[in-house]
């Protein structure tokens, strides 16, 4: 601890009373919280079983239990508890299900399965299906703000939030039935949990001894009230949290819950740690100028002693395409003039949709980029039906992959149907493929209803079996002939939006089906191994959690991401795109509160960039087929004006010199991509 400076020494050894720790940007937040943990288990006779630490992320959590382990590499970290909260969740709910009238083997099921049932029940109900978004944000919201279905149906102002509100608990309802939870229960279901069993919850108390939360100025209601329950009246308690980085609003997240630990902990004791280990001082003397305009509850200013640091650029383009074309420009010069590596660079923009002329115009260049946020391979809703219909194959007792696929393609069984079909799963304590073969269910079922269940119960045996004797290359045959049997590809044309939409899909479930036949050939070739379908779905699960894991990869890439995607990352270069009225701040979100949440996003931006920052905006955009003037973001005017450098305004020129580096840099890149091609 002796490298600690004296705000983040007062943190750790602060033990007495409930602690908030205010930390800014860079400002070393993680190696406190880490310091902390040890610091208990050494000099207070915690026992690392005690100890709670939670996050919002598994990269989060991995990096914190690793840097515990570092530190204590001598003494005992064994049973440390370091989760996101919804695995704390999740693990509360797997000790407590019986409590909560679940069987164990409940499944969690993630938006897409969530919309399936949802989408069913709006039919039923003669609801527009085209509302499914915003049906869901609503109930994940209601969620959130821990409101059970009924507190919602009695506040709902006007028809549609009543509706909605039926909806919710005909959804829950549902859910219970087929014994699983969503992702928003993970937190509630422990809350609700603790709320109607105070023994359980006194047992949990016994187990905290000691929690320590990261990004707290994330958290919504259901989360702080899960830590208060936690936490009790003895307020052994540490968090950690920025609220100039709160950019979740969208997402239920409450910054005011950071002023809310001083009503409920009265003897909340502050450290704020506004020393900055990242960035240079110019670009923190911007951040805290931009975002002094909103208002706070706790001041802080950062500071760093990493010098003063160059001046921000802001380049004014002539247009998105000049815009992309210059951003990627700089990269090259940059690049040739001080010899850094792509992955020192990183793009960040407001919404998902400015990467498309800026990926253009890195493949031009001949420039390598990882683009963060985007939807993973086995997210897209085709990848998850075929996976859901290969794992059922080799474990037929797959709750949550059996109601993903019964009625995908369409097959008329319904909501009710499967409601019933689950309620007598549950009953017998069996899966709802071994439900559906059961002599028993002709007593719950109607006739038309009971045929299409066992037809589809007996096709799947079918498959189960015929998997049994499948090997090697016989495989592709089989997988092949389950797509065809339930004519999958004609689905994917009756259900897409377009022709264009229908063959992507098709395209990706093909790109599929040639993974599994290189992993097959591969297996073959290398080793003589003759796989089964079983060593495929596992060797495919792998290959999903790595592809998640992606871009945790040390490559050598230019990132590319959203704001939203670049908190809690850092990187020596910056560039923020499009820093224009209507696009930061977004047009859905000019006047408070979303225009303080825009300004913290900017915030966010800025405080990216270790060394260099360089922001870009475009005089005009194309809307909408013509092209519309654009105004420079109000967010430059409140950043401090001796900071910055302007190009691209009326009567700012670029120097000879920076014409001279730009021509050779350019040809620079222009003969190594020629080397490259010769190489080929």
């Known amino acids: ?384 039906d075929v996976m859901s219909y290969l794992k059922l194959i080799v474990n037929p007792d797959d709750d949550a992959a059996f109601l993903r696929i019964i009625n995908t393609p369409r097959r008329e069984i319904g909501p009710g149907t499967l409601e019933k079909l689950a309620t007598y799963a549950t009953h017998r304590g069996i899966s709802l493929f071994d439900a559906s073969q059961e002599f028993g269910l002709t007593q719950i079922l109607k006739e038309k209803s009971l045929k299409r269940v066992q037809y589809f119960g007996a096709l799947l045996l079918e498959w189960v079996k015929e998997a049994e004797n499948v090997e090697g290359k016989e495989l592709m045959s089989f997988v092949r002939g389950v797509l065809d049997k339930i004519e999958y590809d004609n689905w994917l044309m009756e259900t897409a939006s377009n022709v264009k939409t229908a063959e992507r899909r098709i395209e990706n479930v093909r790109d599929l089906i040639l993974w599994i036949e290189r992993i097959v050939t591969k297996a073959h070739e290398e080793d003589g191994d003759e796989l089964k379908l079983a060593k495929v779905v596992s060797h495919m699960t792998l290959m999903d959690i790595l592809e998640r894991n992606e871009e945790e990869a040390d490559h050598d890439m230019i990132s590319l991401m959203t704001l939203h995607a670049s908190k809690g990352l850092e990187f020596p270069h910056v560039f923020l795109i499009g820093v224009e009225e209507e696009m930061l701040p977004h047009k859905q979100n000019l006047e408070s509160p979303g225009l303080e949440e825009e300004r913290r996003l900017a915030y966010v931006g800025i405080t990216r960039a270790q060394r260099s920052l360089t922001i870009t905006y475009a005089q005009k955009r194309r809307k909408y087929g013509e092209d519309t003037p654009c105004e420079p973001s109000r967010f430059l005017s409140e950043l401090p004006e001796d900071a910055l450098h302007w190009e691209g305004k009326p009567g700012v020129e670029l120097s000879q010199e920076e014409v001279k580096d730009h021509g050779n840099a350019h040809m620079a890149n222009i003969r190594a991509m020629l080397a490259a091609k010769l190489d080929d």
């Open 1 to 384: 601890m002796h490298s600690l400076n004296p705000r983040q020494l007062e943190a750790v050894l602060h033990i007495d009373t409930p602690l908030l720790v205010l930390a800014g940007a860079g400002s070393g937040k993680t190696r406190v919280i880490t310091e902390k943990i040890a610091h208990l288990v050494r000099k207070h006779d915690y026992k690392p079983h005690n100890i709670y630490a939670v996050t919002f992320t598994n990269k989060a959590a991995r990096e914190m239990k690793e840097r515990v382990s570092k530190l204590m590499v001598d003494e005992p970290t064994k049973g440390l508890n370091v989760s996101t909260f919804h695995n704390l969740g999740l693990n509360i709910i797997r000790q407590e299900y019986k409590a909560l009238n679940y069987k164990a083997n409940f499944s969690i099921m993630d938006s897409t399965d969530t919309g399936q049932i949802l989408k069913e029940l709006m039919r039923k109900n003669e609801l527009d299906p085209e509302e499914l978004d915003g049906v869901q944000w609503t109930i994940s919201g209601w969620k959130n703000q821990h409101i059970a279905p009924q507190t919602a149906l009695e506040t709902a102002e006007d028809p549609l939030a009543q509706a909605r509100a039926r909806l919710y608990a005909a959804y829950q309802k549902q859910l219970h039935a087929y014994n699983a939870v969503d992702f928003d229960d993970l937190i509630g279901l422990p809350v609700r949990l603790f709320n109607e069993n105070p023994d359980i919850l006194t047992k949990w108390q016994n187990k905290v001894r000691y929690l320590l939360v990261d990004e707290y100025q994330d958290t919504n209601a259901a989360q702080y009230q899960l830590v208060t329950q936690l936490v009790g009246l003895g307020g052994k308690l540490t968090v950690v949290g920025d609220d100039d980085q709160s950019i979740y609003a969208w997402r239920g997240a409450q910054p005011e819950n950071l002023a809310l630990l001083q009503q409920d902990f009265p003897g909340l004791h502050l450290v704020k740690l506004e020393q900055n280990y990242r960035s240079s001082q110019r670009i923190l003397n911007s951040a805290n100028q931009l975002i002094s305009n909103n208002p706070h509850v706790f001041e802080k200013i950062l500071w760093s002693e990493m010098g003063l640091g160059d001046p921000i650029r802001v380049i004014g383009c002539a247009n998105e395409n000049q815009e992309a074309e210059r951003v990627v420009s700089e990269i090259i010069v940059h690049k040739f003039k001080y010899r850094t590596k792509n992955r020192d660079y990183a793009i960040l923009y407001r919404g998902n949709h400015q990467a498309r002329l800026i990926e253009r115009a890195l493949r031009e260049q001949n420039l390598p980029y990882i683009l963060s946020g985007g939807q993973s391979f086995f997210e897209r809703a085709e990848i998850k």
